[in-house]
């Protein structure tokens, strides 16, 4: 999915429309299409997509493969990369509750998977479909294209063209070869031609297919959690003027949207559930028309972020206190199991109802960090302002990633305050934190809450404006600073205004500080740690 238009300051995110939306613009051609990619991917996500291309049938348990037979170093983020890289999308929208491993993948555009050859070693690609023949069919690649030239000038109409994606995929990946294959690569063409190849249809009943039972696959990420899909709604505010008397009304559109990530299981009872968010370049920071802004928020600046995942949620009560409960890491100091101003844990919403824990420091929250990562040997921490921004526009460059406008019945802030022009009535405000998506709607990569409810803290030192910020997404560090010195915070919370709970929007408060509006959520990358 493309937030903004093609021409607007922004960047590229990744959902999953159905077959009659648009996933790219007119405008980029399958080359420029790779050359984002590649920009906004890492090297290990690089390869694995030009491994990807030479299979001709593309799950995660055949991803898996690869990476087990010729990138064991790679990681489940570098397969978040592929996956929602923009190059790839499913045969079919993934339906709710379906098996991830279920879902095929294919280029939109054969000419994404003819580039990606171009450029990938000739001994890679070969290994890769020999692999994948060997796996799929029990046969060897010289048996396979043996078969496939009878399969293709078959006079059984259905044969043939069940024979083509095998056939044509084979023939770009054994084309580069040469040799002994030229022959093939030249009958496999005049028979089909260039034109694009059909999605796959029914390739377990295509002879002399056997039940592929992807047995090993399972075990290639060692210590990370399988990817999967995650249904949520997103909502766009929308003001329409009415003819009579020029009122304007507030107009909700509400989407059912998928996104990618992964549930670490923190004891038997609570889980801690992290989204994907895709690489990508942003404007950080909020342009000079937008309403009630501050000059801290200024200059605004062009940020590359990488990938990562970040929590779903802010940290609710419940994993507080799982977390708290484990043996000290970074910092001599004890965690309250239970510092929250407000308790509670059940409540008649979704997942379970959980508050965020608030009433916490800085410290406590990188010290909740370094017990994480040595619980599930991940390096999770805070976020980069950066990061945080970035995640929460979800490329959007509106106040609010719900649009120019925030209602009361999209997030949980000081309804008393309007922002904009438009008046939005509503009963007293909930004067306390309400649970993790109570209210039930997130941005476009499922994130919950980034507007209001409670702050959250980020990694970086404080700064007035951002003069000399980093490009790269990484945190902003003074090196000479105090101990004590004050770290941002963003998101705004329960009980303030409007403006103060924009993306743009940033606070800061003393390292040791807490108090009950003040909470955060964690991220994982795989490179950095605290």
């Known amino acids: 999915m493309l937030m903004g238009q093609s021409d607007a300051p922004g960047y590229w995110v990744r959902s999953f429309p159905t077959k009659s939306e648009s996933s790219e613009p007119a405008s980029l051609s399958p080359e420029q299409r790779v050359e984002r990619f590649q920009v906004m991917s890492s090297p290990i996500a690089q390869r694995l997509m030009g491994l990807v291309a030479a299979s001709p049938v593309i799950t995660l348990p055949v991803i898996r493969l690869i990476q087990e037979t010729l990138l064991p170093k790679s990681q489940q983020m570098n397969v978040a990369e592929v996956l929602l890289g923009g190059l790839l999308e499913p045969i079919e929208p993934p339906q709710l509750g379906a098996n991830p491993d279920e879902v095929e993948y294919h280029f939109g555009d054969e000419a994404i998977r003819d580039r990606l050859l171009a450029e990938t070693p000739v001994t890679d690609t070969v290994r890769v479909l020999s692999k994948f023949i060997e796996r799929q069919f029990d046969k060897s690649l010289d048996e396979f294209v043996a078969e496939l030239l009878i399969w293709s000038q078959s006079e059984d109409a259905k044969l043939a063209k069940k024979a083509r994606p095998f056939a044509t995929v084979t023939a770009a990946v054994l084309k580069r070869k040469g040799g002994k294959y030229g022959e093939f690569v030249e009958l496999i063409e005049h028979q089909y031609g260039s034109s694009p190849q059909p999605p796959l249809e029914n390739t377990v009943s295509f002879p002399p297919l056997q039940e592929f039972e992807y047995q090993t696959a399972r075990i290639v990420f060692e210590e990370e959690e399988a990817l999967q899909p995650f249904e949520f709604e997103m909502a766009t505010v929308e003001v329409q003027r009415k003819l009579i008397r020029s009122q ?254 924009r993306s743009a929007s940033r606070s800061n408060d003393l390292a040791e500080f807490h108090n009950y509006d003040i909470g955060f959520r964690v991220l994982y990358s795989g490179q950095r740690t605290l």
């Open 248 to 501: 304007f009304q507030v107009v909700i559109k509400r989407e059912r949207r998928q996104a990618w990530g992964y549930v670490e299981r923190l004891s038997e009872t609570v889980e801690l559930e992290m989204m994907a968010i895709s690489a990508g370049r942003f404007r950080m920071g909020s342009p000079e028309k937008e309403s009630q802004r501050y000059k801290d928020e200024s200059p605004q600046h062009q940020v590359s972020v990488p990938a990562f995942f970040m929590g779903k949620y802010p940290v609710t009560q419940a994993q507080w206190r799982v977390i708290a409960g484990l043996p000290q890491v970074a910092r001599e100091l004890d965690l309250d199991p239970d510092p929250s101003e407000f308790k509670g844990e059940n409540h008649p919403s979704i997942n379970s109802g959980q508050r965020p824990v608030e009433n916490v420091s800085w410290y406590d929250a990188t010290e909740f960090c370094a017990r994480l990562s040595e619980l599930t040997v991940k390096p999770y921490r805070l976020p980069s302002e950066a990061e945080w921004e970035y995640a929460c526009r979800a490329g959007t460059t509106t106040p609010f990633h719900f649009g120019e406008l925030i209602t009361p019945d999209l997030a949980n802030y000081d309804w008393n305050s309007t922002y904009g022009f438009v008046e939005v009535t509503k009963q007293k405000s909930f004067e306390r934190t309400t649970p993790v998506g109570h209210l039930g709607v997130a941005n476009a990569f499922g994130l919950y809450d980034m507007h209001g409810n409670v702050w959250e803290w980020c990694e970086d030192h404080w700064h007035r404006n951002y003069e000399g910020a980093p490009k790269d997404g990484s945190a902003w560090i003074e090196a000479e600073a105090e101990e004590d010195a004050s770290r941002v915070l963003r998101g705004g919370s329960w009980h303030d205004f409007p403006k103060d709970c």
